[in-house]
C-alpha cells in the first residue's frame, strides 16, 4: 500500500467514525426527547389527577350544605316591579324544592326594619327605612 492509499483509508475510517458518532448524538438526542417527553406526560397526569380529587372534594362539601333554617318570614314593603323575581321564585316553587317555606308577608317600612331587629322577620326587601335604622345604629345588615 502506499503512502496515498493509506491516508485515503484513514480519512474514510475518520470520516465513518464521525458519521457514527454524529448518530449517536441524535439518537441521544432523541432518547433524551422521548424522556422529557414521558416526564411532561407524568407531570401533566399527575396535575389531572390532582385537580380531579380536588373538584370532587368540594362537590362532596357542596352536597352536605343546609340550610340554617327550613322556615323563612320575608318582609316586602310594597308590591312592584322590584319584588317580582321574589314573587315569581315563590309561586314557581324554586324555594319548596330546596327545602324551604317562605312566608312572604306585606308591611309597612317601619315595622319591616323593627322585625328584622327583633328577629321576628329573615329578610326585608326595602330600602330607606333600612337604610335609616342601619344608620341609626341596629345591626340590620
Given amino acids: 500500500m502506499t503512502k496515498p492509499q493509506v491516508k485515503r483509508r484513514m480519512a474514510a475510517k475518520n470520516a465513518k467514525g464521525a458519521k457514527e458518532s454524529e448518530t449517536m448524538t441524535a439518537d441521544s438526542e432523541s432518547a433524551l426527547r422521548t424522556k422529557k417527553l414521558r416526564l411532561h406526560s407524568r407531570a401533566v397526569i399527575l396535575l389531572a389527577v390532582i385537580l380531579f380529587a380536588w373538584a370532587g372534594v368540594v362537590a362532596a362539601q357542596t352536597v352536605v350544605l343546609k340550610p340554617e333554617k327550613n322556615r323563612l318570614e320575608v318582609a316586602m314593603a310594597g ?63
Wanted: zero cysteines; glycine letters at 14%; charged letters at 10%.
Fill in 79 to 141: 308590591t312592584g316591579s322590584t319584588s317580582l323575581p321574589l314573587l315569581v321564585t315563590l309561586e314557581s316553587g324554586y324555594f319548596s324544592k330546596r327545602g324551604l317555606t317562605v312566608n312572604l308577608n306585606q308591611v309597612s317600612a317601619s315595622v319591616s326594619v323593627q322585625g328584622v331587629i327583633s328577629g321576628t322577620i329573615d329578610i326585608y326587601q326595602g330600602g330607606a327605612a333600612a337604610i335609616a335604622g342601619n344608620l341609626a345604629g341596629a345591626d340590620i345588615i
